[in-house]
């Protein structure tokens, strides 16, 4: 072979390869964007670029993988559901009462399914990763809550606490967020095993 089908065979050589990390970095992209939804949003706009963005994504989904995340038992199940319907009929005579002890019975849920609650950033990372559909009524809530210790906010928004609780908690006493991401797991083993190879 001459110079030139050398050098024509190994552009084509490094175009075939730059393309097909192209194709992969998409595909992560649409995943973790697809697993994450608004939560994938929320990390670009706090880090301010896409790679920081998903490292932190995929550093979240890594460190949930080694906790034992677990559903909850029917006696959990049932025990936590009559909690929960008594908090909310604390509502109308004790409604700042209410959204306390609603965060407090969320976070008893959460330590019994395995996630650990020490601090709520930490917690709402975690929970992103397998409820990214709630987790932002998780912040919601708690943020009202921790308005409302400083005596900030009335009725109406610790009625909307309530709500946004209710959310997460409705999606953690159910089996939700576990199945979806064992549904997931195959294709994303795949992506990890390709990424690896890199």
Do not use: C
């Amino acid at each position: 072979m001459d110079k030139t089908t050398l050098v024509i065979i190994a552009a084509v050589i490094v175009i075939l390869i730059v393309s097909g990390i192209l194709l992969m970095q998409r595909r992560r992209t649409e995943m973790l964007r697809s697993r994450f939804g608004p939560e994938y949003e929320r990390a670009l706009k706090e880090t301010g670029d896409k790679s920081e963005a998903e490292a932190e994504l995929k550093k979240r989904e890594k460190r949930v993988e080694k906790m034992s995340i677990r559903p909850l038992d029917p006696a959990q199940r049932e025990r936590f559901t009559a909690q929960w319907e008594r908090v909310q009929a604390e509502f109308v005579d004790n409604p700042g009462g209410s959204v306390r002890d609603a965060d407090i019975l969320l976070q008893d849920v959460m330590n019994a399914r395995g996630y650990p609650v020490h601090d709520f950033e930490q917690v709402a990372s975690d929970i992103s990763v397998d409820h990214a559909s709630v987790v932002e009524h998780f912040r919601t809530a708690h943020s009202i809550a921790v308005r409302y210790t400083h005596g900030e906010g009335g009725t109406e928004e610790l009625r909307n606490a309530m709500i946004n609780y209710r959310a997460l908690f409705d999606e953690l006493v159910t089996d939700r967020g576990i199945a979806d991401r064992d549904d997931r797991r195959p294709a994303e083993r795949q992506l990890h095993v390709a990424e690896d190879h890199r």
